[in-house]
Structure formats: structure tokens, C-alpha cells
T-cell receptor
């Protein structure tokens, strides 16, 4: 059974600092890995999708890396802003099933 | 309407009620999913439909009954729920095993 762990569970940083969010998974036979953002009480917004054959993906201030062999992914958010405050979820896919981590709750202080 | 929509957004029901959650996707996808998100727990996959056939049933109690009448619509029928079923229920869709897109969720409270 795939298990996904996200560390840290919560993170508070001053505005402008770079954010580093970690995700690890136990079974490296994945199809892809997705990073999501969730605002309180809301649905999930997809941020980045990395296919199993890729090493990283970038979108604006966001960069995600994937090391499938070691079962790790890292999400970097450059120059954080108060609007980046949210919970960030990592999910790995094998076949149709997405397995989620518990998330990292980020607070960016103005 | 664009993306994935869910109705109602909020639902309060008693344990003896019967209600249904509705999900509609406007993305032309061929797979749809129900997830449950409880407080302090990771998202849990409940059901997967691919090409309108159920391909995954993740040990969900029978008081939850999914229905997928066509590739754009997904329902979750609820009956005789328990207070511990109170959660955010999220619907998602995808094209095959590609990126999943989520709806805004239905916040369910069982009294």
C-alpha cells in the first residue's frame, strides 16, 4: 500500500522568503506525482504535475522536483507572498489511484 | 459552467435522511472520482469510475452508494449516515490516468 508523508506539517515564514516543502512516498512504481493547493474549506487546485519520467516541472515561482528512485519530491516556492498561505498537498498516482499526503500548512507573514 | 462543479456546497442531514451529492464535469474527461476529506486526515479515495464503469471501491460502507449515469455526471447517494461521516466530499475528473481536476467540494454535516 502506497504511503505518502509530507514534512513539515506546518510552516510559517516572513514574506519574501523561499519555501521548501517535502514529500516522500514508499512505492516508487508511480505513474505521476501531483502537487495541489487547498484553501480552507475549499477544493483542490492543481499546481504542478510531474510524470514519472521527468525530473522537474516549473510554473512561475513554483518548481517541483522528483527523484522516483528515492521516493522523494520537493516543491519550491520562490519569494513567498501572503497569498501563498494555504495547505499544500502532494499526491502520487499508480494506475487510477491517487494517494495523498496529509499536507503542509503554510503561513506567509506580511 | 467550466471545470468540475458540485452541488450542494453545504448539506446538513439527520442520520435517518436520504440525500444525494451531485458532481458534473465540463472537461470531456472519461474518469470520475469521489474522495472524502475528514479533519486531520489525508484525502481518502472512495470510488473511481472509468468510462462509466466502477473500477475501484475502496472498502466504503454500503451507506454510500455511487452512480455514474454518463461520463459527465457522478452522484453519491447517502442513507442512514453516522456523525463520523461528516466531512468534505470532493469530486474529481481526469482523462485516463492523467492530471486530476477537483471540484469545490460538498461540506456534509450529519447530526
Amino acid at each position: 500500500k502506497q504511503e505518502v508523508t509530507q514534512i513539515p506539517a506546518a510552516l510559517s515564514v516572513p514574506e519574501g522568503e523561499n519555501l521548501v516543502l517535502n514529500c516522500s512516498f514508499t512505492d516508487s512504481a508511480i505513474y505521476n506525482l501531483q502537487w495541489f493547493r487547498q484553501d480552507p474549506g475549499k477544493g483542490l487546485t492543481s499546481l504542478l504535475l510531474i510524470q514519472s519520467s521527468q525530473r522537474e516541472q516549473t510554473s512561475g515561482r513554483l518548481n517541483a522536483s522528483l527523484d522516483k528512485s528515492s521516493g522523494r519530491s520537493t516543491l519550491y516556492i520562490a519569494a513567498s507572498q501572503p497569498g501563498d498561505s494555504a495547505t499544500y498537498l502532494c499526491a502520487v498516482k499508480d494506475d487510477y489511484k491517487l494517494s495523498f499526503g496529509a499536507g503542509t500548512t503554510v503561513t506567509v507573514r506580511a | 459552467e467550466t471545470g468540475v462543479t458540485q452541488t450542494p456546497r453545504h448539506l446538513v442531514m439527520g442520520m435517518t435522511n436520504k440525500k444525494s451529492l451531485k458532481c458534473e464535469q465540463h472537461l470531456g474527461h472519461n474518469a470520475m472520482y469521489w474522495y472524502k476529506q475528514s479533519a486531520k486526515k489525508p484525502l481518502e479515495l472512495m470510488f473511481v469510475y472509468s468510462l462509466e464503469e466502477r473500477v475501484e471501491n475502496n472498502s466504503v460502507p454500503s451507506r454510500f452508494s455511487p452512480e455514474c449515469p454518463n461520463s459527465s455526471h457522478l452522484f453519491l447517494h447517502l442513507h442512514t449516515l453516522q456523525p463520523e461521516d461528516s466531512a468534505l466530499y470532493l469530486c474529481a475528473s481526469s482523462q485516463g490516468a492523467d492530471e486530476q481536476f477537483f471540484g469545490p467540494g460538498t461540506r456534509l454535516t450529519v447530526l
